[in-house]
């Protein structure tokens, strides 16, 4: 073989599940198609899961996380100027940590750079082959020459786009999507938060977001028409309807600046099953895209990257192939867990284009309802903070 496992794409997923099998001493080999540049500008999820920050301290990689990130005791789930606080620590004995998925995926590329991993970008037409043999093969093409590695296993951590899910038969998959008609559009500013805590704000204007990176970085969100586009949205008119969205009291302490960033995400829940095929194992957004109303993104790939680390491991140290086998039926248990929760929190907080007037009485009798019952507040709680594993 040339390596034991190719892992294809360079984001967190891929780059975390070849760092925990690197320290294992697994050889891997890491193909990504865009420069690392380009991988570390992408703006993506600030919510980490406590399962996913000790995932990040047992791969060697905690160390800035834990000297720059914020740790979050809870939220606050707001209708108009009612505001309800969900106490993550006091109800589960957990909390969440703020910290950026760019940061994750800096950490991670330094740490596997000093352990003199292969990670090749700039890779084309990708092609997974002989996944029923012996041994697995990966064709790319580099600089407009085909090249070939043979593996024991593949892993498929390219996203949604990516070829590994496709690879596949289109007959042996079977795919579950529920396509929001809304998306988030999303900015970037160097501006104090509104709140030490995310605030969910569900509006009769839409649904909006108070997050942060740090005391003085936020990003915020608002609910817009897929129709919209990033041009018709300048900063002074999303402070407005940001500012509008808000409760009085969060709205008050509003500061607005300059955005360094802006962007519009769609909004989906998607899973495919089996997460395995052969010799290939889908990883990450290759498998499953969630809207990021329950900041389960980035954490349901960590979840996945636990259950294959744990599993190739065994397979490849001691000849155990019972994790390799079960992995998709692990894995896909804790996916429609956190999927649940997903819609839920998105159904709950969102305003839909054409609902009658039962469906804003009904947000508002669920926000009232984790008023007043502490065991709905911890149900909110332990899915956000996150499922065991």
Not at 131 to 144: F, K, M
Not at 154 to 160: K, M, N, S, T
Not at 166 to 180: A, G, H, L, Q
Not at 374 to 387: I, K, Q, S
Request: with cysteine.
């Amino acid at each position: 073989m040339d390596t034991q496992v190719v892992i294809i794409g360079g984001g967190p997923s891929g780059l975390l599940l070849s760092q925990l099998l690197n320290r294992e001493g697994i050889a891997t080999v890491i193909l990504e198609r865009s420069s690392r540049a380009h991988v570390l500008s992408r703006i993506r999820a600030g919510i980490l899961e406590w399962g996913s920050v000790e995932m990040l301290r047992e791969a060697g990689v905690g160390a800035r996380m834990d000297r720059e990130g914020f740790v979050h005791d809870g939220t606050y789930l707001t209708d108009e100027d009612q505001m309800v606080h969900i106490d993550f620590h006091a109800l589960t004995g957990k909390r969440v940590m703020v910290y950026g998925q760019t940061e994750v995926t800096q950490d991670l590329y330094r740490a596997q750079d000093a352990m003199g991993t292969t990670i090749v970008h700039g890779v084309e037409d990708v092609r997974i082959l002989d996944l029923d043999g012996a041994q697995a093969s990966v064709e790319y093409v580099l600089n407009g020459e085909r090249k070939r590695l043979s593996c024991a296993y593949v892993a498929g951590c390219d996203g949604f786009h990516g070829v590994s899910r496709k690879t596949i038969p289109e007959d042996r998959r079977r795919e579950f999507e529920r396509v929001y008609p809304f998306g988030w559009l999303g900015i970037l500013s160097h501006t104090p938060p509104v709140s030490d805590e995310l605030i969910y704000a569900n509006s009769p204007r839409g649904f909006a977001l108070a997050s942060m990176r740090n005391a003085n970085l936020v990003r915020c969100y608002v609910q817009v028409p897929l129709s919209d586009k990033v041009e018709d949205w300048s900063d002074a008119r999303f402070w407005d309807e940001f500012s509008r969205r808000l409760p009085a009291q969060a709205a008050e302490r509003l500061v607005t600046g300059p955005s360094i960033e802006k962007s519009i995400a769609p909004l989906r829940s998607f899973v495919s099953e089996p997460l395995r095929w052969g010799r290939l194992f889908l990883v990450g957004d290759a498998a499953h895209i969630v809207p990021p109303t329950g900041a389960k993104g980035l954490n349901l790939a960590v979840s996945d990257v636990f259950y294959l680390h744990q599993a190739l491991s065994a397979a490849l140290k001691a000849g155990d192939e019972t994790g390799i086998d079960g992995y998709s039926g692990r894995a896909l248990n804790r996916i429609w867990k956190a999927m649940r929760f997903s819609w839920q929190m998105t159904t709950m907080l969102h305003r839909f284009d054409g609902e009658d007037s039962f469906a804003a009485q009904m947000r508002r009798a669920s926000l009232r309802h984790l008023a007043e019952s502490e065991t709905a507040r911890r149900d909110l709680a332990e899915n956000y903070v996150g499922l065991p594993y």
